[in-house]
Each structure stands twice: as C-alpha cells, then as structure tokens.
C-alpha cells in the first residue's frame, strides 16, 4: 500500500507540475496581459506569478536517472574530452570507467565507491570530474533496485562486498604490484573498508593500494548524529514492518521487497527543512530580478537532490542492524559470508580518513575511527584530514571539495599508490 499510495500522489503531482509549466509560459508570454502596460503591468505581477509557478513546477516534478553529462574537463587552461563507457555489467550494479582522452595510458587509476543510500552514483558528478585530472576514474553505478526482475536474487552486504572485489578485478592490478586505489564516499565505506581487510587477508593480487574514506560511518558511537539517533530509537522490526514496501507491478523489479527512495528524500529533506525553503524562496528572489544563472544553479542541485531510487530490503535492514545498531565493524563482529572480518588484516593498504566539520550526518571521529582499528598497520600508512567548515556533501562535491580536499587525497596518493 506504501508505493502505490506514493505513485498514486506522484501521478497528482506531475499532473500540477505540468499545469503550472504551462502557467510560467503563459504568464512570460508578451502579449499576456499582466506584462503589458497599465496597472497591472507596473506591479510587475506578471514576472512575480510566473516565477512563482516555475519554483511549484519544478519542486513537484518527478525526477529519472540523472545523465553523467561529463564530456570535457578543464586541465591547465584547456578543455579535454571525456570518454564515459560501461566496463563491466552486473544486476544491482554496474561498473563505469571515465578517462580523458590526453591523460597517460600508464596514469594512476581510481575506483570511486558511489554510495547506495537512496541517491544515484550520478551524486558524485563533481568528485569525478576533479579527479578525472589525474587519474583514470571507475565509478560504482549502482541499479534501482525495482529495476532488477526478482529472478536475479537476492542483494545484501556480502554480495556488496564481492562487487567491490569483482570490480577490483577488473580493473586488475598495477605492473608495479597491488591493485587500484579506492575512494569510499560515505556509506559504503563500512563494506569497503571490511572488502579491504579480506583482501589483505588473502593476499589477493588486486588489494587496493590506497582506501580513502569519506564521510563514513565506521563507528557510529562517536558524535552521533539524528541519522545515528534515529537507527538506534527503535528495533529493527519497527524498520521492517514500516519502512519496507513492495514494488508495484508496473516495474521490472515488480514484487521485490525495497527501501524505497521516496522514504529516504523525505527523511533527509526533514532533517534540514528550512534550509530547503529557504532555496526554493532565494531561487523565486533570483526568478523574479532575472538572475538565470543563480536560479539554475539551484534548479541543478535538486534535479540530482531529487532523482532517487530504491535500495534492496535485505541491504537496507542489514546496514541498519549491523552499522547503525550493533556496531559490528568496529565491535569485531562483521561477518562476510559467516567469516568473521579482522581489520588487524589490513597490513598493506594505506589508509585516508576524510571528516567534514559540519557534517550533521557522519559525525566527527566516526570515519577516524578507522585508523585506530587497524592496529597492524603502520602509521606512515595513515594520515586524518579534518574539513574545516564542510558539511556532509561539501566533502566532495563544491569548492571545498576541489581546492581543498582533493589536493589532500591526491598527495595521499601519489605518495603510497
């Protein structure tokens, strides 16, 4: 009832969206009376009203899979092409490659872990394009999960594990020794970093070289933050019998047990809902003066904020379990396919602990954590970088994220990859 009751608001919805479309047209239009001189044109109502529906229009509009749209980065001055290619295909997930057609065929390369919490890999857009400069870039491009028909199973933590090992594969290790180096944004970091310990364990030829975590729940004990407090309020059968729905029949993943995006938007929307007013309220300002440029730039932002999908039932209870509540990473006790992960295994992969000061979402010490439990590992192999005045996104996306902590990721880097 959960989905269908949320299809049936969205169909409403865009049906206001559309009407309202056609309003800001009408209401720009010359020859529309409201524009033309006289009373009604010196109040300047026209241009007011018009914007007014544009900002309705485009907060109710439902939102598909975003287009990566990176076809050029800008290196030393000059405008380099990009070329965007599916390198390996999965299910729940596929892996992408993206590389400038100027960059070395010895350059380093780099898997970027998109997380799987809601939003697509497409999130990462500015990550990429920065590190595109440098490095040949793999990122994970996670699938709807009402896409997958239900005869491709089932999709959990473990199975998320044997994708970033599968994917490391692919990519295949370094002539010098080692694998690829890796970047976890956010979320995946706890799978990551636990895929990173097995490997060491096992000596395997595509051990990642260098892991950088972002923003990453680790130990969700330190700073909790209202995500932390939420998981922890209520027991995981409160999660599975209120927030796990069907998809309905008009999708290829029809039947299939989900964490529905929509419930993850509106939880994040919640959290800051007057800071979202007041966007939408600067972009109607920005409207009515003419200012294009500003009000696209917001319009930009929440075309991906709100393009949303769905996660699995038996990934979302599991993290919620495991990361959110038992702590069971930090605690020794995550287990990938009933084999208890060491993180003392990780000998040979250095390690980058990236924190936003202001992050309301992964708080302070929660992704530093995982330095200190790595007790075999050498401490020139670990380095911490606190981001002054950066919240959760601004980590890795914005000016922030390019002027200040990817030189910090990219030293790391060329110093133990």
């Not at 964490?259 to 994040?268: D, I």
Request: charged share 20%.
């Amino acid at each position: 009832m959960l989905y269908n009751a949320y299809e049936l608001q969205r169909s409403w919805l865009n049906s206001a969206s559309a009407f309202a479309s056609i309003g800001v047209e009408l209401l720009n239009h010359p020859a529309h009376p409201l524009n033309n001189f006289g009373p009604m044109g010196y109040l300047n109502i026209g241009p007011m009203a018009a914007s007014a529906l544009e900002v309705f229009a485009h907060a109710t509009a439902s939102y598909g899979k975003p287009a990566w749209n990176i076809d050029a980065v800008e290196v030393e001055g000059r405008r380099d092409p990009v070329v965007e290619s599916t390198v390996l295909n999965r299910p729940f997930g596929d892996l992408k490659e993206f590389y400038r057609e100027s960059l070395p065929e010895d350059a380093p390369r780099l898997l970027v872990v998109a997380p799987m919490s809601g939003h697509y890999a497409t999130l990462l857009r500015g990550t990429v394009e920065r590190m595109l400069e440098n490095y040949r870039v793999f990122v994970t491009d996670w699938a709807d999960a009402k896409t997958v028909p239900l005869h491709e199973g089932t999709f959990d933590l473990d199975d998320y594990m044997d994708y970033i090992v599968a994917f490391l594969e692919h990519i295949g290790p370094n002539k010098a020794g080692g694998g690829a180096n890796v970047m976890a944004v956010c979320q995946p970091s706890v799978p990551v970093f636990a895929a990173t310990a097995i490997m060491n364990r096992d000596g395997h030829p595509c051990t990642p070289k260098t892991l950088t975590m972002m923003g990453g729940p680790i130990d969700t004990r330190r700073s909790p933050t209202s995500v932390n407090d939420l998981a922890m309020e209520r027991p995981i059968e409160w999660f599975r019998h209120n927030v796990i729905a069907t998809v309905p029949m008009q999708y290829r993943g029809a039947g299939r047990q989900v964490y529905p995006g929509f419930m993850q938007l509106a939880g994040f929307m919640s959290m800051n809902l007057g800071n979202h007013m007041m966007s939408h309220y600067e972009m109607f300002k920005h409207l009515t003066v003419g200012d294009d440029e500003s009000a696209q730039a917001t319009k930009d932002f929440y075309d991906e904020y709100r393009s949303v999908c769905d996660m699995t039932a038996e990934f979302y209870l599991q993290t919620v379990q495991e990361v959110f509540q038992e702590h069971a990473l930090p605690g020794g006790t995550f287990l990938h396919r009933g084999k208890r992960i060491d993180l003392g295994d990780i000998t040979g992969t250095a390690l980058l602990a990236i924190e936003g000061e202001r992050d309301d979402i992964s708080g302070l010490g929660q992704t530093k954590a995982a330095l200190e439990l790595t007790p075999r590992l050498a401490d020139d192999k670990k380095r911490y970088y606190m981001a002054e005045g950066a919240g959760h996104y601004g980590i890795f996306n914005g000016s922030k994220w390019r002027d200040r902590i990817a030189p910090v990721v990219e030293e790391f880097i060329a110093k133990h990859g």
